[in-house]
């Protein structure tokens, strides 16, 4: 099955900075990969998606990336809030349901 | 429209008791997943339903879980015999279709004690 990696584990930056956070997949069908951000006792909340067939997709601060070749793609979060502090788990989804990475703990420092 | 709904959203219960969670999918989405989380995890897949019909299961659905969703529209899925590793967050999520996104419900934690 596929098998989805994500890092870091932790990320802390001060506010106003940037964030990257990269995962890999090694199932090649898999031709969508969604963002999601979690706060704690909640339920994941979708962010962004890209597919297969974009190499790039923004929405406003939000940004993602993907490399099909080298089968990585990454979250980039400009100008940080102490609002964006959260879980992010990225996915990706090669046929019916979704694998998921181990996830990433965003501090976003005021 | 409110979203996925899931309750109940808290569960306490004791070793070898049956619980039974029930999610009620955005209206007019046709998929139907359940997914389990462990705390510093992410979501695991359980199962998936198109309508009414259950598609495909995980191998983490030991024969203590079941779950149904009757009329293609809300989803139980109920735990038998409750041992303390299936203490987890119990998620839901919903699409329109196959390649479309799926958006989570705010989970059922279970605590088995």
């Known amino acids: 099955g596929e098998n989805v990696e994500q890092h870091p584990s932790t990320l802390s930056v001060q506010e106003g900075d940037s964030a990257v956070i990269k995962c890999t997949y090694s199932d090649s069908a898999s031709n969508y990969f969604p963002w999601y951000k979690q706060e704690l006792g909640k339920g994941p909340q979708l962010i962004i998606d890209?597919?297969?067939?974009?190499g790039e997709k923004k929405d406003q601060r939000i940004a993602v990336t993907l490399n099909k070749t080298a089968k990585h793609f990454s979250l980039h979060i400009t100008e940080t809030q102490p609002e964006d502090s959260a879980v992010y788990f990225c996915a990706a989804r090669p046929a019916n349901q979704f694998y998921f990475g181990t996830g990433t703990s965003l501090t976003v420092i005021p | 429209d409110t979203g996925v709904s899931q309750n109940p959203r808290h569960k306490i219960t004791k070793r070898g008791q049956n619980v039974t969670f029930r999610c009620d999918p955005i209206s007019e989405h046709n998929r139907l997943y359940w997914y389990r989380q462990t705390l510093g995890q992410g979501p695991e897949f359980l199962t998936y339903?198109?309508?009414?019909?259950?598609?495909?299961k995980s191998r983490l659905l030991s024969d203590r879980f079941s779950a149904e969703r009757p009329k293609g529209s809300f989803s139980t899925l109920e735990i038998q015999r409750t041992e303390q590793g299936d203490s987890a967050m119990y998620l839901c999520?919903?699409?329109?279709?196959?390649?479309?996104?799926?958006?989570f419900g705010q989970g059922t934690r279970l605590t088995v004690v």
């Open positions: 999520a919903s699409s329109v279709g196959s390649n479309t996104e799926a958006f």
């Open positions: 890209i597919r297969s067939n974009v």
């Open positions: 339903f198109q309508n009414e019909a259950q598609l495909e």
